[in-house]
């Protein structure tokens, strides 16, 4: 189906050396579950992109009756920025699902880096079914590439500390899947995917309980051992008493630089440490120089700025 079938494989092959990606090894010895497989990863980019059709096209694009049934066109995609290119499957399914005959050529493979005034692509097939893809297929391009890039800086700006950046469930509706592909496209990591695939205690949880103890006890005690089990704290306190609980991954929210070091001298190994909220570009750096092993960011998915693409037809 496409022309460029190793820019298809290529992406495959990062899907499967993923397959823990939306679980990431927290366990500390358990086997993590391989809950996303390139399958998997597939059946989601068709859900996303049938939705995406059907919200724009319902029952028809009447502008494209403008065009003769059986008329070809080509067409060219633009960077107009620097960025990571991201979501190449999500567009050429879009293009795809309305003509099964087109044909996708990439001048650069999933990851590359985009130079302003680049071509990407080169699409071409029925006039008509090209027009009415365009809007989805820019849109998966543009968001997830956005995605991408912003997770790219972020991993720069901790390179050497030793610090993952991770992401969150923070996600755009819909899209959590796609966003988490380009977490891993950008060189970040992936936490759980929702709620069904990894514990995380939060103050709630643990004021329902009625401690930090008791209600790791509980998790311990019904929680399978691959699956990951995360406990939040506020302060220096919670996280004495979550580590004397057994506790081996702990959230550090809205830490100071001094209690986040703090924290990681008295861990000291014991359990791995997370740190979360309001961090940004500027603060990211000062954070991963505390110690702590990993740093979650929620805008990550959430503040998305899609990358300025466009795509214009050959006269």
Request: overall charge neutral; glycine content about 8%; proline content about 3%.
């Amino acid at each position: 189906m496409c022309e460029n079938e190793n820019i298809r494989q290529s992406f495959v092959i990062r899907g499967k050396s993923a397959r823990k990606i939306f679980l990431e090894s927290n366990t500390h010895g358990a086997q993590p579950r391989p809950i996303m497989t390139a399958h998997s990863l597939t059946s989601h980019i068709e859900f996303n992109v049938s939705a995406a059709l059907d919200e724009d096209i319902r029952d028809g694009d009447i502008t494209a009756l403008l065009i003769p049934a059986l008329q070809t066109a080509s067409a060219s995609v633009i960077a107009r920025q620097k960025a990571l290119l991201c979501g190449t499957l999500w567009f050429e399914e879009c293009f795809f699902r309305l003509d099964p005959n087109c044909k996708v050529h990439w001048a650069m493979p999933e990851g590359g880096i985009m130079q302003p005034n680049q071509q990407l692509c080169e699409v071409r097939g029925n006039a008509r079914a090209l027009l009415s893809a365009e809007r989805c297929a820019l849109n998966f391009l543009q968001t997830l590439s956005g995605t991408a890039t912003l997770v790219q800086r972020y991993v720069e700006a901790v390179a050497g500390t030793g610090a993952k950046i991770m992401d969150t469930r923070k996600t755009l509706p819909g899209l959590r899947i796609a966003q988490k592909h380009a977490v891993l496209i950008g060189g970040g990591h992936n936490q759980r995917i929702g709620l069904f695939d990894g514990v995380l205690i939060k103050e709630n949880h643990i004021a329902a309980a009625g401690s930090i103890g008791l209600v790791l006890e509980q998790a311990f005690r019904i929680t399978p051992a691959n699956v990951p089990i995360q406990i939040e704290v506020e302060n220096l306190s919670q996280l004495f008493e979550a580590i004397n609980a057994g506790a081996k991954l702990i959230l550090l929210d809205n830490f100071s630089l001094i209690d986040m070091r703090l924290a990681v001298a008295h861990a000291a190994g014991r359990a791995e440490l997370e740190a979360s909220g309001g961090l940004t570009l500027e603060s990211v750096r000062m954070v991963a120089e505390t110690g702590v092993n990993r740093i979650s960011i929620g805008a990550l998915t959430k503040d998305v700025v899609a990358i300025d693409l466009s795509m214009r037809f050959a006269p």
